[in-house]
């Protein structure tokens, strides 16, 4: 049996105890591994071990076929493989992507990325360089006020953030780099925390082989991208890893620059497990800001510029050292972290309508930020059944600054200030999830509890002598779940959760307590999983009391009222053939304020994405030829907007085609592939861009232009 | 088929509109009729009346120039902004063509305003190049002054027109009617003597009605439902 098959079988073996150990009721399932030891094949690499996080979450596919970490050349040792299974999902929607889907179409950056996530809609409306608006499940989570975002256990949401809440750039994640994408949609476990109100997104890295990975890649508007790794071969998941991408952009004032290095070590000290994870990034980059509608009809270009000297710039650096220390019925896990951000971000989406010096931000954020997190497991087994105890306990602080002030369109120059602050923004976790597994049976309970402190001080206030002010308040989430196991392969899910999102600290009063957006939703859904195939259908629902609506294109928030969401998702995972891979999702969903019943603007009704590849390898000339194909499809239903329009119908078809011979490859990637004129984002607002005229002042489409249909080439080798 | 598949889902998942709406209804201008009568005590008598406008729009913020009734308020007062603190807020309807308007004439159609629904608050006119223009005759006990006042341009527009309306999508129009009793009303025409055209524009009546052409109290607006 050839390596890779050996390691196949490994991992289903894996993957159907761990099923069973689910329905008896075993504890390896919640002990969070289920370690199987399978006889190791010549040249094997010497461990294979996804360790589950507190989420514990399962692939989406059958965990057959991980091909992140054969290493047919690497001239390992002889050992024994040790794989350890992901533990069984918790709901219909917590899926896992694996590395060969990400794989399998273009990936050219963290908008790509971000569509990995069934149901997600990722624009980036404002260049390569600033966080993406994200759209889920009825949810219009901005820049990522409804979305929880982690890299290896990282937090990416910005509190309190200067240019939006929740605040989520992903842009520095190198592609290469993503092991696997763990997605928990909804709120219903009590891990998810701060504005874990749509779900929550948590990237796992790792490099694909071990040794030294080398790329460069260049392609359509003068993108340049150069990258180079190395990875252990005794350590699949220790890596460092360095990118660097330039660009022109795909229209005038697009270029970008951006560099980012990333590091991840795991050590096994005795019966410990120490993991670290180091990242630096930098980047530059133009915005060719929004285009009006009414502009393009009379004329304009559709990647015309509208709003001088916009973009920014952004630097980040992340150091995560954590330790999993195991014991007879469980295991505890330490992590501390750190963050040091920086963003500098000039905005104009309104032309001259507020002020006849031009309406441009200029917008800067610095945000210092310390955490830890502990997480405890433990098993009992009283009256002959097992009940699993996690607890978990976490705290943060973020320092910030931030200011904003207003720029002339004319030569750039500040001529107003609008605000400037000194935050401290204080957050303390503690939650716990109790689970009971009779027979076929699972019953869980848990609660969260986080309490927030702000100290804000207003520094323009009082002709600049300042002011500060402080709040306080506490969030308590009730989650619950109960599942039903049919069978070897079906699953019935029934969830609910309530989720929150914590407020903008400048919003607050002082003495205020903390008022939190807080979210009840559930969730009724099944799983059908098999070697092959993984089928899963999800019918979902969430009420939020007094929601707001933030339109951060004139940085309006307008309080709704109680607003309710709901729908549907369905994913399908295929391995039918050797070689053949199939990831589709499809979402539908509805958001609507209650009182005027209507429907909320901007959310995503209909998104669907297919990914779908394709790899025959054989022997020719004494070399092994692994060709392969790829297509990635995206299609985004038309949006509502306001004043009872909607946006046009996108759909996007990316495809790759790549062949190895040895240790080279050639990729070769086009995305856009039909070069449709898209809007990555569009907007309904009054704008003014003719100071001098008689603009029309009433609310009115915009737009920004998508990535037209763009070619790169790619050469890897791996050494 | 794709097509097909994406109309099914959106009615399914799409069903109903954002809460507000695109509409378009008439504007009409025309004169508060009545006699004119100044504060000084001059019975105007207008044989032109020609106002020159440039736009019209309509927004959310309230003006706040006038305190309603309120029984209540006598007992717990609140304080009422005055109309320098007016905030226009978001604009909900246009009219950006210009039309000359004969204010003697019964109504003028000035156009279709652009707009959207929602809660109006308050109405700004801008005037064109020629601005406001009235000529006749005043008249006290047995002095009679002939006058024309020229081309009177406000440096602004005129904005805080009360015009506090829900406009749905009901079927309706609009009417600006100009109040020159209350334009008129600070010119005293004693210092014009026999007469002029047209005013010395550094006199006090001229100022008079510079001044009456900027108060929004001038302009009445109105909403006509129509069956």
């Excluded at chain 1, 660009?247 to 497990?273: C, E, H, I, M, W």
């Excluded at chain 1, 710039?313 to 963050?339: F, I, K, M, N």
């Excluded at chain 1, 610095?366 to 830890?372: I, M, R, T």
């Excluded at chain 1, 390898?617 to 299609?635: C, E, H, I, K, S």
């Amino acid at each position: 049996m050839s390596h890779p098959r050996l390691i196949a079988v490994a991992c289903v073996l894996a993957w159907a105890r761990a099923a069973r150990a689910h329905e008896d009721g075993d504890e390896l399932l919640d002990a969070g591994a289920a370690d199987v030891q399978a006889p190791a094949a010549p040249r094997a690499s010497p461990a294979v071990d996804s360790t589950p996080d507190a989420g514990g979450l399962a692939p989406t596919g059958p965990p057959a076929e991980p091909p992140s970490y054969d290493a047919p050349d690497a001239g390992a040792p002889l050992g024994t493989t040790v794989v350890r299974a992901s533990r069984a999902p918790r709901s219909a929607s917590e899926v896992t992507v694996p590395l060969d889907v990400v794989q399998a179409a273009p990936r050219s950056g963290a908008t790509d990325l971000l569509r990995l996530v069934p149901g997600l809609v990722a624009s980036q409306h404002s260049g390569e360089g600033k966080a993406q608006q994200l759209f889920l499940r009825g949810f219009d989570a901005v820049h990522g006020q409804d979305v929880e975002l982690l890299v290896a256990g990282l937090p990416v949401n910005d509190v309190s953030h200067v240019h939006a809440l929740g605040y989520a750039d992903v842009n520095w994640l190198i592609p290469d780099a993503v092991r696997e994408v763990r997605v928990t949609e909804g709120s219903y476990r009590a891990f998810q925390g701060d504005f874990a109100v749509a779900g929550t997104v948590q990237y796992e890295l790792g490099l694909d082989e071990p040794g030294l990975s080398l790329s460069a890649s260049y392609g359509s508007y003068n993108r340049l991208r150069l990258f180079a790794g190395v990875r252990p071969t005794d350590a699949p998941e220790t890596f460092a890893a360095v990118e660097y991408v330039q660009g022109d952009g795909f229209g005038p004032q697009r270029a970008f620059g951006r560099v980012s290095l990333l590091g991840q070590a795991t050590l096994k000290v005795g019966n410990a497990r120490l993991r670290a994870v180091v990242g630096s990034a930098g980047a530059r980059f133009d915005s060719p800001g929004v285009v009006p509608q009414a502009a393009v009809d009379a004329g304009a270009g559709f990647f015309d510029v509208f709003g001088l000297r916009q973009g920014g710039s952004t630097s980040r650096h992340q150091l995560l050292l954590g330790a999993e220390l195991p014991h007879e019925s469980g295991r505890t896990t330490l992590e501390v972290y750190g963050v040091l951000s920086d963003l500098l971000l000039r905005n104009n989406f309104t032309g001259y309508l507020q002020h006849a010096e031009g309406d441009g931000l200029e917008q800067q954020q610095s945000l210092g930020l310390v955490g830890a997190r502990a997480v405890h497991r433990r098993h009992f087994h009283p009256f002959d059944s097992l009940v699993t105890l996690d607890l978990g306990l976490g705290g943060r602080r973020d320092g910030i600054h931030q200011s904003q002030r207003g720029y002339r369109e004319v030569d750039g120059a500040p001529y107003r200030d609008d605000f400037a602050a000194s935050i401290v923004q204080t957050a303390v976790s503690a939650w716990t999830e109790v689970a009971w597994l009779p027979s076929r049976w699972r019953f869980m309970l848990g609660g969260r509890l986080d309490v927030l402190h702000y100290g804000v001080t207003d520094e323009l206030a009082f002709a600049g002598a300042g002011a500060t002010r402080s709040a306080f308040g506490p969030h308590w989430g009730l989650k619950a779940g109960v599942e039903r196991a049919l069978g070897e392969a079906w699953r019935l899910f029934l969830n609910y959760g309530d989720g929150f999102r914590s407020p903008q600290a400048r919003s607050l009063s002082d003495g205020e307590r903390a008022p939190f957006v807080h979210v009840r939703g559930a969730e009724v859904g099944t799983a059908f999983t098999t070697a092959k195939v993984d089928v899963r259908g999800a019918l979902f629902g969430s009420y939020v009391a007094n929601d707001v609506f933030f339109d951060h294109t004139v940085g309006t928030t307008v309080y709704v009222g109680s607003t309710l969401r709901g729908g549907a998702q369905a994913t399908v995972s295929a391995r039918p053939l050797d070689g053949l891979l199939v990831a589709a999702s499809v979402t539908g969903a509805t958001a609507h304020v209650i009182e005027t019943d209507s429907l909320l603007p901007y959310f995503a009704p209909l998104v669907a994405r297919v990914d779908a590849s394709y790899a025959h390898p054989f022997q020719a000339w004494g070399l092994t030829w692994t060709p392969r194909v790829g297509t990635g499809l995206t299609l985004i239903g038309p949006r509502p907007l306001p004043y009872d329009e909607f946006s046009r119908t996108v759909f996007l078809a990316d495809v790759r085609a790549a062949l190895r011979v040895g240790r080279v490859e050639l990729v070769l990637d086009v995305q856009n592939l039909f070069d449709s004129r898209w809007r990555d984002g569009e907007f309904v607002y009054p704008s003014n861009w003719e100071p001098q005229g008689t603009p029309s002042l009433l609310p009115a489409r915009h737009f920004t232009a998508g990535t037209p249909r763009t070619f790169a080439a790619t050469l890897e080798v791996h050494l | 088929m794709s097509r097909v598949f994406v109309l099914v889902a959106l009615g399914f998942f799409s069903c109903g509109g954002t809460a507000q709406t695109r509409r378009s209804f008439p504007v009409i201008v025309s004169a508060v009729p009545g006699v004119l009568r100044t504060d000084s005590g001059w019975t105007v008598t207008l044989s032109s009346a020609r106002a020159s406008l440039s736009t019209l729009r309509c927004f959310s913020g309230e003006a706040l120039a006038r305190r309603p009734f309120d029984p209540l308020g006598w007992l717990v007062s609140s304080a009422w902004a005055h109309p320098g603190h007016y905030v226009a807020g978001a604009a909900l309807c246009e009219v950006l063509t210009p039309v000359d308007v004969d204010l003697l004439a019964p109504e003028t159609t000035w156009a279709d305003a652009a707009a959207v629904t929602g809660t109006y608050g308050s109405v700004q006119v801008a005037f064109g190049d020629t601005g406001l223009r009235l000529a006749g005759t005043a008249t006290r006990g047995a002095d009679v002054v002939a006058f024309d006042t020229g081309d009177v341009v406000p440096p602004a527009a005129v904005e805080g027109i009360p015009f506090a309306h829900l406009v749905d999508t009901s079927v309706g129009r609009l009417r600006l009617a100009v109040d020159l009793d209350a334009l008129l009303s600070r010119v005293d025409f004693t210092e014009v003597g026999a007469g002029a055209s047209p005013l010395d524009p550094s006199s006090p009546a001229f100022n008079g009605v510079a001044r009456g052409v900027r108060d929004s109290s001038a302009y009445v607006v109105t909403w006509e439902s129509q069956p």
